[in-house]
């Protein structure tokens, strides 16, 4: 009975604080302003993605305004139907001053965590002892209808729902390769970066996998949107 009174002056605390915080909470910690691109990553950044994925209009609004910033560059496609439906298809082409290898399909949240990706690879390169930011991406793609690991059986991949982007390099602005297949373990500066850069996927996706996962992995890095932070 006590601590049943003691919950419910907490919630009455609460709920009386609300407007008060709704207010003075800078808006990065703030769970009622909308996600940006630009927020730092942590526990609030994914339960804002978590919410974009059930709310198709936030996540576009958010996508816009990172597009208006120039963070990014997308354009919405017809929706998908077939074995593999997507409602809100965006098709991305590039992260401000950062180009891709060719533009790819994504889920609107998706599109969110690889500008976010993005946003954040600068100071994760930095951490490790890399000054020179990413200019080019090279990428094996994001939809794919198909099951995990093309089996015949069992669920579906998280490309079926273009919620997942395979990443196979870098290239920094001064003229430097970080290609996952041949340099994951060396030279030792470069490993460092791309050690620092799957880090960084699993800050903003839901799973990063690469090449210490398995064999499959040799060659890219597998950032997903499942999960709340697996990284292997
Ligand atoms: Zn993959």
Not at 23 to 44: E, K
Not at 148 to 157: A, N
Not at 223 to 231: N, S, T, V
């Amino acid at each position: 009975m006590r601590a049943l009174l003691a919950i419910a002056l907490l919630a009455l605390c609460g709920w009386w604080s609300l407007p008060w915080l709704k207010t003075h909470l800078p808006p990065q910690w703030n769970p009622f302003t909308p996600l940006s691109v630009t927020d730092p990553q942590g526990w609030m950044m994914r339960y804002k993605l978590q919410r974009l994925s059930h709310d198709p209009a936030a996540c576009m609004a958010v996508m816009q305004r990172a597009s208006q910033q120039g963070w990014v560059e997308f354009r919405a496609v017809p929706a998908l139907k077939g074995d593999c439906p997507i409602e809100q298809p965006l098709r991305v082409s590039g992260f401000g001053e950062v180009t891709l290898s060719s533009s790819f399909l994504a889920s609107c949240p998706m599109a969110v965590s690889s500008t976010i990706y993005v946003v954040n690879s600068t100071h994760a390169l930095q951490q490790a002892g890399i000054n020179s930011p990413i200019r080019h991406i090279s990428h094996v793609g994001s939809y794919a209808c198909r099951n995990i690991y093309h089996r015949q059986q069992g669920r579906l991949s998280e490309h079926a729902t273009a919620d997942a982007w395979d990443v196979t390099g870098f290239q920094l602005a001064d003229g430097r390769w970080l290609q996952v297949a041949k340099n994951w373990h060396q030279p030792e500066d470069a490993a460092a970066g791309l050690r620092a850069l799957w880090q960084n996927g699993c800050a903003t996706f839901g799973n990063a996998l690469g090449p210490d996962y398995n064999a499959a992995h040799a060659g890219h890095f597998h950032l997903g949107m499942r999960g709340a932070g697996y990284c292997r």
